[in-house]
């Protein structure tokens, strides 16, 4: 079965700091990947995609990057966090068919301070 | 633009019925998806509807009207562990893009 490791699960990191959280997929070959955020009270926000090694889309235009540098690695990456930055992050995962249902990691709740 | 509207909270008494709403405006439609999110976790997928009508899982049924741009997730009998976000989703274009609304907080009381 597949399965889906996201981590830290938490973080706390000060302004202009770097930031590198990683997600791992098991189970399955070329999966599509996703990177959303979850601010408090709000809904989840699609910041980033990708439907292979080393193909990204971004949706929102932001102080993050993401990259995938294996099949079932996707990695999302900050310079200099800002305060605008703390929220909930959420890798998924799916098979790529329209009607192929997100599967989600544990999430990050990361806090910029 | 895309646009997503569910009631902000809902409350309902365990045992009962709930209906939670979905509208939607959005281009390139590829299905509709509701999800339950508790307090801390990750979103968990419930139910899928592409085409018009009533989908049945269980406890939970979802519907669509493709023309009216409207969903409904239904829930029956109610249990205390139903108290949980339920998130409508809307697939966007290619990719599985799902847009998410900003959930509605269902609280169950005894």
């Known amino acids: 079965s597949q399965t889906i490791h996201q981590w830290p699960a938490t973080l706390v990191q000060p302004v202009g700091s770097p930031l590198s959280l990683e997600c791992t997929v098991e189970?399955?070959?070329?999966?599509?990947l996703y990177w959303y955020r979850q601010a408090a009270g709000r809904g989840l926000q699609l910041l980033f995609y990708?439907?292979?090694?080393?193909?990204i889309s971004s949706e929102v235009p932001q102080n993050l990057s993401a990259s995938r540098p294996q099949d079932r690695q996707f990695i999302l990456s900050s310079k200099k966090l800002l305060l605008s930055d703390s929220g909930f992050y959420l890798c998924a995962w799916s098979g790529g068919q329209d009607n192929s249902p997100l599967h989600f990691g544990n999430g990050t709740r990361l806090t910029v301070t | 633009g895309q646009n997503i509207d569910q009631p902000t909270e809902m409350t309902a008494t365990e045992g009962a019925i709930v209906q939670i709403n979905c509208t939607y405006q959005t281009s390139g439609f590829n299905g509709l998806f509701w999800y339950q999110q508790h307090a801390g976790e990750a979103p968990t997928f419930l139910s899928y509807?592409?085409?018009?009508g009533l989908e049945e899982k269980g406890r939970f049924s979802s519907f669509l009207s493709r023309s009216k741009g409207y969903s409904y997730l239904l829930l029956k009998e109610l249990q205390m562990k139903d108290s949980a976000s339920y998130l409508c989703a809307v697939g966007r274009g290619g990719y599985n893009k799902l847009i998410f609304g900003a959930g509605t907080r269902l609280a169950v009381h005894p």
């Open positions: 509807n592409v085409l018009d």
């Open positions: 189970g399955t070959s070329n999966p599509n």
């Open positions: 990708s439907v292979g090694i080393g193909q």
